[in-house]
């Protein structure tokens, strides 16, 4: 049996028609006993560089500090991967107020390896799972990961297969970053949770 949830302060960075569907009998409000965790992943390689990095920087601030909101009574904790040839964290996780309008800036060069950062969100929610299991007295709602790219994966592995473990773990949103000569729109799109979870931003 499922659910379809609006999630607050994380649809207000999507559009409207945009639910994420996960399993019933769990509250979908947050507060500071009942969080969720966020990923944000977001491409630097060198077919960024220019107004694609500036985009996904300036949407990562934004989804963040849409989570941040006083409303949401700290109850989202984030997560920065920033990946070209390889993927690093660039923020662990941190309460969400703490990370507004300091997310470090994209400084794109190299090459994409899409599968390397979806290796290292998986270690991180997986990490993060033994850390929230000690704490029994917050609830923690299914977390969600969202992948800011032009999709143009030309190293590693194919990132299709990581991403199938990682959507075990949570949702994938997939933001398709560049006009459709400039981004892998198709490949995000299979990436993320279903078609209803995958968007692009042309300009």
């Known amino acids: 049996m499922h659910e379809t949830v609006e999630c607050g302060a994380i649809q ?62 700290n109850g989202f904790i984030a997560g920065v991967i920033f990946f070209n040839d390889d993927a690093r964290i660039a923020h662990p996780w941190t309460a969400s107020p703490a990370l507004v309008n300091n997310i470090m800036p994209l400084n794109p060069s190299g090459f994409t390896n899409i599968a390397s950062a979806l290796d290292v969100a998986l270690t991180m929610l997986k990490e993060a799972e033994k850390q929230d299991a000690t704490q029994k007295d917050v609830n923690f709602l299914r977390p969600i990961a969202f992948l800011f790219s032009d999709g143009n994966t030309n190293r590693g ?21 560049g006009d459709a000569s400039e981004s892998d729109r198709q490949l995000l799109a299979e990436l993320a949770t279903s078609p209803a979870h995958a968007f692009t931003v042309p300009d």
């Open 157 to 177: 592995s194919d990132p299709r297969t990581k991403a199938t473990e990682l959507k075990v773990m949570c949702d994938l949103v997939t933001v398709a970053i």
């Open 12 to 73: 207000e960075a999507l559009p409207k028609a945009v639910t994420i569907v996960r399993s019933a009998k769990r509250s979908n409000v947050v507060n500071s006993k009942n969080k969720q965790r966020v990923l944000i992943i977001a491409d630097e390689s060198g077919s960024m560089a220019g107004a694609k990095a500036q985009q996904a920087h300036a949407g990562s601030q934004q989804l963040n500090g849409a989570l941040a909101a006083p409303e949401n009574r």
